[in-house]
């Protein structure tokens, strides 16, 4: 059975410095990975995603995830924050053999000025 | 076209109403999929259509009812909800290896 499991419930970093949030997934296959935003009452939007090809990959925003296999791991980091960072943010999982799409609790991201 | 459509974007319905969520995408995705989300809560999965066939049943209550009529619609039919079905209904569809794309969701109501 899949799951994904993030380890932070609430990161607050200050505006120009360093994110990372954490995700840890557990799957039976090969999954794909992906990293979803949400801003307060509007859709999800994709921020980038890992389906078996470059295990580091870049994505909107200045985003990126690496893919670590051996740790089941597939954190999310960007250089400098920015404020129309604060969001909430999933990192999600899908096994391809039956299109089950798993979303991990989620992190929100404040960003102090 | 790369959008997931949905309709209507706010419902407020009685508990012994009969309504339906509907969602429309042109992307020839095979799978299609109901979420449900609650406040400051990820979305849970609810049911997955796979080739237009139900593939996924979360367990839900028999008060909700998927339908796919073809392979760009999706539906879901309300009936005798409870006040804590009161949620954001999301759509989306995928491809098989591909990420899901999500519609603006159906915020609903039940009073």
């Known amino acids: 059975a899949q799951s994904v499991t993030q380890l932070d419930s609430h990161v607050s970093v200050s505006e120009g410095t360093p994110v990372l949030l954490r995700c840890n997934y557990s799957s039976s296959y090969s999954p794909s990975l992906f990293w979803y935003v949400q801003h307060p009452n509007k859709g999800l939007q994709l921020l980038l995603k890992?389906?078996?090809?470059?295990?580091l990959v870049k994505g909107i925003n200045g985003f990126e995830a690496e893919f670590k296999k051996s740790e089941t791991s597939f954190h999310l980091t960007k250089p400098s924050a920015h404020m129309s960072d604060a969001a909430e943010y999933f990192c999600v999982v899908k096994e391809t053999s039956y299109d089950k799409v798993i979303f991990g609790p989620g992190t929100s991201l404040s960003v102090i000025p | 076209d790369t959008e997931v459509t949905q309709t209507p974007k706010h419902l407020v319905m009685g508990m012994t109403n009969k309504k339906s969520l509907k969602c429309e995408q042109h992307?020839?995705?095979?799978?299609m999929y109901w979420y449900k989300q609650k406040a400051k809560k990820p979305p849970e999965l609810m049911f997955v259509?796979?080739?237009?066939?139900?593939?996924i049943n979360e367990s839900v209550p028999s008060r909700f009812s998927p339908e796919c009529p073809n392979s760009s619609l999706l539906n879901l039919h309300l009936h005798a909800l409870q006040p804590e079905d009161s949620a954001l209904y999301l759509c989306?569809?995928?491809?098989?290896?591909?990420?899901?794309?999500f519609g603006q969701g159906t915020r609903l109501t039940v009073v």
């Open positions: 259509y796979s080739y237009e066939k139900l593939s």
């Open positions: 989306a569809s995928s491809h098989q290896q591909g990420e899901a794309f």
């Open positions: 992307m020839g995705h095979r799978a």
């Open positions: 890992y389906t078996s090809a470059a295990t």
